[in-house]
């Protein structure tokens, strides 16, 4: 099982900057937010009139004539797999036809088909419970899209969702990784999709209090790190990354994109929403990570933190990354892109695991934009507002979820 080298190949990706991995990336560049106001429904009876919305989404371009009819019964977050997916494949140059039963899925949701449970409960609340629809349940669980993805591409391998709120993508990802590492698939594809951006989510969320209230400025609305930071910003979206066996990889011809070298996982046990605040499971996932890879934290070059502008998140993950770092803060940069596009629950860390990817491809740090004045409460002095040109060789993302799950994935440049 050590003996095997898992590598990144192939990458998708649907979310609130762009359609596409390469704009999304010219868009991170260039520190520009996908933040607007909410045009979906109707926001004047909510706190929260801003979101992290996919505006002129069409779902039909991905289908099939024949697949079409069928699809109109899936929910949005399938379609946004769907999209990434086609690209993520299209991307790796991968043979969808060779070998399905080596090939596998493990694509998750933090939340699920969210509108179509909340319009079911009102037709069954309005109309009674004839008029609940009988492509109701599976139309709206979580694991719906892993599963109708390996139908569309009839790969047979490992199928399986995971479900950690905001860790989702990130325990996919190393579920993936682990399967390959096993000899259970050569191919894995593997990420999360989410729909969240709806009234009842808007709701439940802004009675938490977790939503930034910034309606005037929406763009400016995620600030992680920075002192004025009052909640995160709700977004939505898809990202799918191709995980490969090394030797399959390079058989193939294959672009091998970085190397998937490890990943960590813990829980906080601390409380159903908040995080530990002196971020014991955060660092416990981290150390794991490094443990597993058999790296120091001093060869880490870019940390993609979870970051996610809640006052009491960005001080704890703070303090975590601190620890880890043991002081040596000169060579590492640590930055949120949530600044940009937004939390989109169970699929924010696919996302950031391929700007992670992206940037060790390209050599370019992120900047982490927003911040006008850094909390002081924030220990760390290594977060960058402004790009880095600069050779990353390993790059950290981390994920933690409600109900204390914490994930941390590592990336390393290809030797």
Same mark, same amino acid.
């Given at each position: 099982?050590? &003996?095997? =080298?898992?590598? #990144?190949?192939?990458?998708?990706?649907?979310?609130? %900057?762009?359609?596409?991995?390469?704009?999304?990336?010219?868009?991170?560049?260039?520190?520009?937010?996908?933040?607007?106001?909410?045009?979906?429904?109707?926001?004047?009876? %909510?706190?929260?009139?801003?979101?992290?919305?996919?505006?002129?989404? *069409?779902?039909?371009?991905?289908?099939?004539?024949?697949?079409?009819?069928?699809?109109?019964?899936?929910?949005?977050?399938?379609?946004?797999?769907?999209?990434?997916?086609?690209?993520?494949?299209?991307?790796?140059?991968?043979?969808?036809?060779?070998?399905?039963?080596?090939?596998?899925?493990?694509?998750?949701?933090?939340?699920?088909? %969210?509108?179509?449970? @909340? /319009?079911?409960?009102?037709?069954?609340?309005?109309?009674?419970?004839? =008029?609940?629809?009988?492509?109701?349940?599976?139309?709206?669980? &979580?694991?719906?899209?892993?599963?109708?993805?390996?139908?569309? @591409?009839?790969?047979?391998?490992?199928?399986?969702?995971?479900?950690?709120?905001?860790?989702?993508?990130?325990?996919?990802?190393?579920?993936?990784?682990?399967?390959?590492?096993?000899?259970?698939?050569?191919?894995?594809?593997?990420? &999360?999709?989410?729909?969240?951006?709806?009234?009842?989510?808007?709701?439940?969320?802004?009675?938490?209090?977790?939503?930034?209230?910034?309606? +005037? !400025?929406?763009?400016?609305?995620?600030?992680?790190?920075? =002192?004025? =930071? *009052?909640?995160?910003?709700?977004?939505?979206?898809?990202?799918?990354?191709? %995980?490969?066996?090394?030797?399959?990889?390079?058989?193939?011809?294959?672009?091998?994109?970085?190397?998937?070298?490890?990943?960590?996982?813990?829980?906080?046990?601390?409380?159903?929403?908040?995080? +530990?605040?002196?971020?014991?499971?955060? $660092? $416990?996932?981290?150390?794991?990570?490094?443990?597993?890879? &058999?790296?120091?934290? *001093?060869?880490?070059?870019?940390?993609?933190?979870?970051?996610?502008?809640?006052?009491?998140? !960005?001080?704890?993950?703070?303090?975590?990354?601190?620890?880890? #770092?043991?002081?040596?803060?000169?060579?590492?940069?640590?930055?949120?892109?949530?600044?940009?596009?937004?939390?989109?629950?169970?699929?924010?860390?696919?996302?950031?695991?391929?700007?992670?990817?992206?940037?060790?491809? /390209?050599?370019?740090?992120?900047?982490?934009?927003?911040?006008?004045?850094?909390?002081?409460?924030?220990?760390?002095?290594?977060?960058?507002?402004?790009?880095?040109?600069?050779?990353?060789?390993?790059?950290?993302?981390?994920?933690?979820?409600?109900?204390?799950?914490?994930?941390?994935?590592?990336?390393?440049?290809?030797?």
């Amino acid at each position: 099982m050590e &003996g095997k =080298r898992v590598v #990144l190949t192939g990458m998708g990706t649907v979310n609130p %900057l762009a359609m596409n991995v390469n704009d999304t990336w010219a868009k991170v560049l260039a520190g520009e937010s996908g933040i607007g106001a909410i045009t979906r429904f109707d926001t004047a009876n %909510l706190p929260v009139h801003i979101a992290g919305e996919i505006t002129d989404f *069409d779902y039909k371009p991905y289908y099939t004539e024949d697949q079409l009819k069928p699809a109109k019964r899936l929910d949005l977050f399938v379609h946004y797999a769907v999209a990434a997916m086609k690209e993520a494949v299209e991307s790796s140059g991968f043979d969808v036809k060779k070998d399905p039963d080596r090939t596998g899925i493990a694509i998750g949701s933090g939340i699920g088909g %969210l509108s179509v449970s @909340y /319009e079911n409960s009102v037709a069954l609340a309005t109309k009674g419970a004839r =008029r609940v629809s009988p492509f109701y349940v599976p139309m709206s669980i &979580g694991n719906i899209a892993a599963g109708y993805l390996s139908m569309m @591409y009839g790969f047979r391998g490992p199928n399986l969702s995971t479900q950690t709120a905001c860790a989702t993508s990130n325990h996919a990802i190393a579920i993936a990784m682990m399967l390959i590492k096993a000899g259970m698939a050569d191919t894995m594809f593997a990420g &999360g999709s989410e729909a969240a951006v709806v009234e009842l989510a808007m709701a439940g969320f802004s009675n938490m209090r977790a939503l930034s209230t910034r309606n +005037d !400025d929406p763009k400016t609305a995620s600030r992680p790190f920075d =002192r004025d =930071r *009052d909640g995160f910003v709700l977004s939505e979206g898809s990202s799918v990354l191709v %995980l490969e066996e090394w030797e399959h990889a390079k058989s193939r011809g294959a672009n091998i994109i970085c190397e998937v070298i490890s990943t960590g996982m813990s829980a906080d046990a601390y409380d159903f929403v908040m995080p +530990d605040p002196e971020g014991g499971g955060a $660092l $416990l996932s981290m150390k794991m990570a490094l443990q597993q890879a &058999g790296i120091n934290s *001093d060869e880490i070059d870019y940390i993609n933190a979870h970051g996610t502008s809640t006052p009491a998140g !960005d001080v704890a993950e703070s303090k975590a990354i601190y620890k880890l #770092l043991e002081g040596k803060e000169k060579d590492v940069h640590v930055g949120s892109t949530k600044s940009m596009h937004g939390h989109l629950l169970g699929a924010t860390a696919g996302l950031e695991a391929i700007i992670c990817a992206k940037a060790i491809q /390209e050599s370019i740090i992120p900047a982490n934009i927003n911040i006008e004045n850094l909390d002081p409460e924030i220990p760390l002095k290594c977060i960058n507002t402004s790009l880095i040109e600069t050779e990353v060789r390993v790059a950290m993302s981390n994920s933690f979820g409600f109900g204390g799950h914490n994930s941390t994935v590592i990336l390393k440049k290809i030797d």
